[in-house]
C-alpha cells in the first residue's frame, strides 16, 4: 500500500513561487508508473495541472501553466515535486498529489487513471 502525503503549500502573493513536494511511503513507489498534480478551486471540479511518466515521455502540463510550473520526481527518493512561479490568483487551490499503477503508452491525464491519491496541500495566491 503506498500511502502519498502533500507539503509545501501556503499563502504567496501574485508573481511569487511556491514548491509542493509529494512524499510517498510504502514499499511500492515503484509500481506507480505516472505521477500528477491535481488541484481543486473552491466550487470548481478537480482538474489535471501536471503529469509525469516514471521513465519515458515529456510531462504533461495543462495549458493555464504551460511555461511557470515545472513537474519533476526523484524515484530514488519517492518524491514527486511542482515548482510552481509567477504565480496568479487563478491558481488558488487544494493541490493533490496522484500515482497511478497503471504502465501506459502515454502518460495519462485522466482523473480515473489515478488510483492513489494525497489529502491536499492548500495553496492562496493573493492579488
Known amino acids: 500500500q503506498v500511502q502519498l502525503v502533500e507539503s509545501g503549500g501556503g499563502l504567496v502573493q501574485a508573481g511569487g513561487s511556491l514548491r509542493l513536494s509529494c512524499a510517498a511511503s510504502?514499499?511500492?513507489?515503484?509500481?506507480?508508473?505516472?505521477m500528477a498534480w491535481f488541484r481543486q478551486a473552491p466550487g470548481k471540479e478537480r482538474e489535471l495541472v501536471a503529469a509525469?511518466?516514471?521513465?519515458?515521455?515529456?510531462?504533461h502540463y495543462t495549458d493555464s501553466v504551460k511555461g511557470r510550473f515545472t513537474i519533476s520526481r526523484d524515484n530514488a527518493k519517492n518524491e514527486v515535486f511542482l515548482l510552481m512561479n509567477s504565480l496568479k490568483p487563478e491558481d488558488t487551490a487544494v493541490y493533490y498529489c496522484a500515482g497511478d499503477r497503471t504502465c501506459r503508452a502515454v502518460v495519462p491525464t485522466r482523473r480515473a487513471n489515478y488510483e492513489v491519491w494525497g489529502q491536499g496541500t492548500l495553496v492562496t495566491v493573493s492579488s
Open positions: 509525469i511518466s516514471r521513465s519515458t515521455g515529456p510531462p
Open positions: 510504502g514499499r511500492t513507489f515503484g509500481s506507480l508508473y505516472a
